[in-house]
């Protein structure tokens, strides 16, 4: 199993950037999918994007495509999240997940998941 620490989140105003990062220890596979969702308050968590741990095409939520970029350094086993022109609407607690066996949006399809940080975007 994979543990995930999450880190890179904060404050900033609406149009501004953030890069999240996701240390991962605990063996990774090369046909992992490592994903971010993300959950607002009295929402449900939601997928924003996947990866493979090997590399490829990722794939992303519509309502981030264009702004955010997920990708991974193997070598420091950490896979990142940079966001770009932030919306209030993106303020959620973010979550780094690694599943294996399926290329999915589902959180249910994940079974290692980060302790969360948190992004808010002013207005």
């Known amino acids: 199993q994979v543990q995930l620490v999450e880190s890179g989140g904060g404050l900033v105003q609406a149009g501004g950037s953030l890069r999240l990062s996701c240390a991962a220890s605990?063996?990774?596979?090369?046909?992992?999918?490592m994903a971010w969702f993300r959950q607002a308050p009295g929402k449900e968590r939601d997928f924003v994007a996947r990866?493979?741990?090997?590399?490829?095409?990722?794939a992303y939520a519509d309502s981030v495509k264009g702004r955010f970029t997920i990708s991974r350094d193997n070598v420091k086993n950490t896979v990142y999240l940079q966001m770009n022109s932030l919306k209030p609407e993106d303020t959620a607690v973010y979550y780094c997940?690694?599943?294996?066996?399926?290329?999915?949006?589902?959180?249910?399809?994940?079974?290692?998941w980060g302790q969360g940080t948190q992004v808010t975007v002013s207005s």
């Open positions: 997940a690694a599943g294996r066996g399926q290329w999915s949006s589902s959180s249910r399809a994940y079974q290692s």
């Open positions: 605990g063996g990774i596979l090369s046909r992992d999918i």
């Open positions: 990866l493979m741990w090997s590399g490829g095409s990722p």
